[in-house]
């Protein structure tokens, strides 16, 4: 057995300390590594630049450890067991790394643990220790890693099977608040780290019906217990799912407060984020595709198949959210809203495809820069318009007797309860077994196209109208249609701007957009337009105020060079959605029943 011991030694110096103990290492000298990445986050993170010293014994003499590359180590043949001693340094409040202050200690196994080359299917012992000093005396630790021996506060040791299952295991520590619920009898556990006060009945109602929901949807609950780690902050948003847990950060006015009425937009954020995760415990974990299966962490591990895993995710987590009755159909019809405006004010979309997207994931979705609107599309979004786009394919070729629910239920039967990986282009003979007719003809131009999506009859046929309008200012996303009437396009510069001290700096420049044609980029800062001064605030007025195709001069540093620029006005394109239920009056039977179908209406 492969045995390590965490010690959130320096808390203020954000330091873990981590002996790791090999009874049986590699005669010809043990090779040590440290993932590049993470599962579930498709990016070159480096963990092993977060240790900042190593050192390795041998009956308690010094081991030469030689640096192979930028992860891995090879130390000198040892007749006896090797002890390696090293230091990680913890500074990333994401899901993805690992953090340590005087308030709170968390970290992903790929960030602390090295993987022993040669014996990454041994089982692995966890000792993990509480921090000294008495702002720490009363830590908690909680983990779905399955505990052997700890006490009441969680700390002890914890045991893996492989080096696979000790890596998907975060581990919390600090003063956290919890509760419980039960699905189908499986305990369902939520830790909260972080200043908060919230309505905890609330939280545990609504993420129980939202767990049972997912539970019932694919016909079982593959866990034995499951653990949602929660730090709330200012201003925080992600997620990584985990077989049995998943770490989630999310801002504090995003969860209810005691006698909230109405759901508010937060919330049902909270809510979408929690769902996505918990539907990843099968989408993802156990329905993967098969590069992922024994992927190599030290590199990239490509597949065209993310806007699957990750879109259709995305697609079931908001739609749950109406299914098991936590927001009303309504709401839903507004997130879906928002979904289509991101995809469609992303010129990118017409430039890649989803599998494209998928594929360059590594390089481009998760290393964007100022350019990503004008030459990306994101996988989530539009391959959650593409999912809701096969679920009506498939309930039009089967008339109405088969859906995406049924084409999820087996991938878990076929490839979920079974291991077995999704290779490319599985995924098309399945939904192509499950409409009883080729649909290569969608696959082709929804996912290895860039032709647009044809959003408007797969909406007609659930009885939803849909219309593109202009943007009324540069906060709006869309939604459901109001009685405000027609939208007027306004002028618009054709970017996004934020407030940098006594200029505006342009954030992105957009393909064809007013600023673009002008020449401005990303990164200028805007001083004056037609000699009065520009900012954050008051820009959408002093743009406001010219007709389409007027001339303004427009003067900003470029580093720290002034320049004039003549920027010819442009009408705010009309890229922001708005859907609406069509009365039941003008809707067909067929249409109607539908939709009832669809959003599981009784």
Not at 124 to 134: I, T
Not at 181 to 206: I, L, Q
Not at 224 to 238: P, Q, V
Request: with cysteine; glycine share 8%.
């Amino acid at each position: 057995m492969i045995v390590y011991r965490i010690i959130p030694r320096y808390p203020t110096k954000h330091l873990f300390r981590v002996t790791l103990a090999i009874d049986q290492p590699d005669p010809e000298g043990q090779r040590l590594s440290m993932p590049a990445w993470i599962p579930g986050s498709y990016m070159i993170r480096d963990f092993a630049k977060n240790i900042i010293s190593i050192n390795a014994l041998c009956d308690g003499e010094p081991v030469a450890l030689a640096k192979l590359d930028k992860q891995t180590w090879r130390a000198a043949p040892v007749s006896g067991a090797l002890v390696v001693e090293y230091e990680v340094y913890a500074w990333d409040l994401s899901v993805r790394g690992a953090y340590l202050d005087t308030t709170r200690g968390f970290f992903n196994g790929t960030s602390m643990f090295l993987q022993v080359a040669g014996q990454e299917h041994m089982p692995s012992l966890v000792h993990m220790e509480k921090p000294a000093g008495e702002e720490c005396a009363s830590w908690k630790l909680a983990t779905s890693m399955r505990a052997v021996s700890v006490d009441q506060s969680g700390f002890g040791s914890h045991a893996a099977d492989s080096y696979a299952d000790l890596i998907d295991h975060p581990v919390e520590m600090g003063h956290f608040q919890e509760l419980e619920f039960a699905v189908d009898d499986v305990p369902h556990r939520m830790t909260f780290s972080g200043k908060c006060h919230f309505d905890k009945n609330r939280v545990s109602r609504d993420l129980q019906r939202i767990c049972t929901y997912h539970a019932r949807f694919f016909g079982e609950l593959p866990i034995k217990s499951y653990l949602f780690l929660i730090m709330a902050s200012g201003d925080g948003y992600g997620g990584l799912e985990h077989m049995d847990s998943t770490s989630l950060l999310c801002k504090r006015d995003d969860l209810p407060s005691l006698g909230m009425g109405e759901t508010t937009a937060g919330y049902i954020k909270f809510l979408g984020l929690c769902s996505h995760e918990y539907f990843h415990l099968w989408n993802v974990k156990r329905i993967r595709p098969e590069v992922f299966k024994q992927a190599d962490l030290s590199r990239e591990v490509y597949t065209e198949l993310l806007w699957a895993f990750e879109g259709i995710t995305s697609y079931y987590d908001d739609l749950a959210l109406v299914r098991s009755g936590c927001i009303e159909p309504k709401k839903y019809l507004e997130l879906l809203a928002r979904t289509i405006t991101r995809v469609m004010r992303s010129s990118g979309r017409l430039k890649q495809t989803v599998a494209e997207s998928s594929f360059d994931a590594w390089t481009r979705f998760y290393q964007q820069d100022e350019n990503a609107p004008n030459v990306i599309i994101s996988y989530y979004s539009k391959g959650a318009l593409v999912a809701f786009g096969l679920d009506m394919q498939l309930r039009e070729s089967t008339r109405e007797q088969r859906s995406l629910d049924d084409f999820m239920r087996k991938l878990w039967e076929e490839h979920g309860k079974k291991d077995k990986g999704v290779t490319e282009g599985a995924l098309e003979q399945l939904a192509n077994a499950v409409a009883g007719t080729d649909l290569a003809e969608f696959f082709a131009r929804a996912v290895h196209d860039t032709q647009e999506l044809p959003l408007e009859e797969w909406l007609a046929s659930v009885g939803i109208g849909y219309q593109l309008r202009p943007a009324r200012n540069q906060e709006d996303w869309g939604g459901v249609r109001d009685e405000s009437g027609e939208v007027e396009p306004k002028p618009v510069l054709g970017a996004r701007y934020r407030q940098q001290g006594d200029l505006v700096e342009l954030a992105q420049v957009f393909d064809g957009g007013s600023a673009q044609e002008a020449g401005l980029a990303a990164g200028d800062r805007l001083i004056a337009i037609d000699g009065l001064q520009a900012t954050a605030k008051n820009l959408d007025t002093l743009i406001g105020q010219f007709d389409p195709g007027a001339k303004v001069q427009v003067h900003a540093f470029r580093r720290d060079e002034l320049m004039s620029f003549s920027l010819c006005i442009q009408a705010a394109p009309r890229d922001t959605c708005e859907l609406w239920f069509l009365p039941q009056e003008k809707c067909t039977p067929s249409q109607l029943a539908r939709r009832r179908n669809w959003l599981n209406e009784k």
